[in-house]
């Protein structure tokens, strides 16, 4: 092998893969500062932020084949040590990060909540049509390339976001202006979108971009997955059984299943009704129904949670859609619902409660489902809320199940598990 360099040599790059395919391949290891596409030979320079970062990527992908488009590409070490600027079709210059450009080529700094294209669109709108939307997991941070409709917007949105924070304290926007004419978006998922063309097909996630995913949602479990949770598993549909047949139907088990990620559907078999098949929005979202879930008692029976054969459950009228649930709980407060996620406890949290409710309203409400030890209502930022603990886990997972999304007093009410130990 060559004597490690900040640049990486990139081969058979055909005419099809653009700048952005490549930058995926190697963002989730550092910030790439500068590119040479040498298209004529079929090659590409990248030169990465410092060298371990290029050390990191290319120790990566001598076990695991670089692919992109379904073309291998194939890495080493190149000969120069840094590209000059003349040499980059995407240097970092001054002259460069002056001229506006209707792509801007957004860094985030103190990356503690984990940004989404949802959170990045909803930031940007503001300013203009927002057309595609490309980001980048890197050790140090995240990146995101979004393309508005014309340079105006752009030039607006910079001005007004440039080194603000998208939360408090953290999460700081480092914009400078791209010098891309158009980004290319194959795929509509978590990591790009193309808002000019929802028909785009979703892509099964690769494992790179998965260990990003994966370090996104670590940042919000304070800085590490939680132990035996290995963030890369893709598959997305689990099949649940030791279910009790009398008392559990699809709606208990979205209440239960939803506190781990969003639900696409859920199936109970007709022909094995003690067992179902639930559909989660993907695979890190499984993992953790699996970790925290396996062995829970629920009605008196202790579950037993896998993942199925099936990829997915198909549409079918005896099959709930969940899909477009306003009751989904990670379409809002992602951070949040990723940093409450623990195993059954004794203790439920109650929240959106009418301003005006009574300890002794909650109690008439959720008392049916076991023997309540203590009760504490609060408030927060001016909204009611109520901790009560249960004798059991089992009775305070049955509370959950059968009254989070029920009414009281006109209002609906949302119910997770509290990891505190007493009130």
């Known amino acids: ?82 590209l000059t600027t003349d040499q980059s079709s995407h240097g970092r210059n001054s002259d460069q990060e002056s001229e506006p450009n209707r792509i801007l080529l957004v860094t985030i700094h103190h990356m503690i909540y984990p940004i989404t294209v949802e959170v990045l669109h909803q930031v940007f709108k503001a300013y203009g049509f927002v057309e595609k939307i490309v980001t980048f997991q890197k050790s140090a941070g995240f990146q995101a390339l979004i393309q508005f409709h014309s340079r105006q917007e752009a030039v607006e949105a910079f001005g007004s976001l440039h080194g603000r924070n998208i939360y408090d304290g953290c999460c700081q926007l480092d914009i400078q202006y791209s010098n891309l004419s158009e980004l290319q978006v194959h795929y509509n998922n978590d990591r790009s979108r193309d808002f000019t063309n929802p028909s785009l097909p979703t892509e099964q996630r690769n494992r790179t971009s998965q260990m990003g995913r994966a370090a996104m949602i670590a940042a919000a ?3 590490t997955l939680p132990h035996g949770v290995s963030g890369t598993n893709e598959r997305c549909t689990l099949i649940v059984s030791n279910l009790n047949t009398d008392k559990i139907d699809e709606d208990k088990l979205f209440n239960l299943f939803s506190l781990y990620g969003n639900i696409v559907r859920i199936k109970i078999l007709r022909n094995k009704p003690d067992h179902a098949l ?6 890190l979202q499984a ?32 099959a709930h859609d969940y899909l477009n649930s306003s009751l ?12 409450h996620c623990c195993a059954p406890t004794k203790m439920i949290h109650i929240s959106a ?34 901790l009560v603990m249960f004798e059991s886990e089992e009775e305070a997972t049955e509370a959950l199940v059968s009254k989070h999304a029920s009414t009281l007093e006109g209002n609906t009410i949302r119910i997770s598990f509290s990891q505190m130990q007493s009130i």
């Open 221 to 223: 479990f304070g800085g």
């Open 328 to 339: 989904n709980r990670f379409n809002s407060n992602v951070v949040k619902n990723y940093r």
């Open 287 to 318: 993992e953790l129904a699996v970790h925290y879930l396996k062995g829970a008692i629920l009605f008196g029976k202790k579950l037993e949670v896998n993942y199925s054969k099936y990829p997915n459950i198909t549409p079918a009228p005896d």
């Open 353 to 386: 409660l009418p301003q005006e409710i009574t300890e002794e309203a909650i109690l008439n409400h959720v008392s049916e489902h076991g023997s309540v030890i203590n009760t504490k209502l609060f408030e927060v930022n001016g909204k009611r809320q109520a």
């Open 1 to 82: 092998m060559a004597e490690p360099s900040k640049v990486i040599h990139i081969r058979n790059v055909g005419h099809e893969i653009a700048e952005s395919d490549l930058l995926q391949l190697l963002q989730p290891f550092g910030l790439v500062s500068k590119i040479v596409m040498l298209r004529a030979k079929n090659q590409a320079l990248l030169q990465m932020e410092d060298i371990h970062a290029s050390v990191a990527a290319l120790q990566y992908y001598s076990s695991v084949q670089p692919s992109v488009r379904g073309r291998n590409v194939y890495m080493q070490f190149s000969s120069h040590q840094e």
């Open 278 to 283: 639930v559909e989660m929005a993907d695979g």
